[in-house]
């Protein structure tokens, strides 16, 4: 049985992106080492007025065993969500913020971050596992 969603998404949009390569060797060295690249997700909220959230997440896009940092690329993504009466309680508040609209909008940001970074002159890239946030979610909830 699949719960109601108590909120609603008002508007999704880039707030800031930013993509760093500081030679053209180092943009030769990504497309050969794009495999040792991974893409990190944090996932920050704020509220607003009128039961108004605002959800920000943040993709960022590089090599973690670098020392010295070739190329990096960073997108934060906001979604402002309006939050029904009913669901004032802060556990379901996280759980909206946390799991909820990351898992809706998730493909949408995914997409763009991509596409960008594909645009930027690199291969197309493809993830090898889908996020799970309500995974995430229940596994920090511990």
Request: net charge positive; glycine share 2%.
């Amino acid at each position: 049985m699949k719960m109601a969603k108590n909120y609603k998404i008002l508007i999704s949009y880039v707030k800031d992106i930013s993509s760093r390569i500081s030679s053209t060797e180092n943009f030769i060295y990504l497309k050969d080492n794009i495999p040792k690249y991974s893409l990190g997700i944090d996932i920050n909220s704020m509220p607003l007025k009128n039961n108004m959230a605002e959800v920000d997440i943040k993709l960022t896009f590089d090599n973690k065993t670098e020392k010295d940092k070739k190329a990096y690329f960073e997108m934060t993504h906001t979604t402002v969500i309006r939050v029904e009466e009913s669901a004032v309680n802060k556990d379901e508040l996280k759980k909206i913020f946390l799991s909820d609209v990351p898992t809706e909008i998730y493909p949408e940001i995914e997409k763009k971050f991509f596409e960008i970074v594909k645009s930027i002159g690199y291969p197309e890239i493809k993830l090898e596992k889908r996020i799970n946030f309500q995974e995430m979610f229940k596994k920090n909830q511990k």
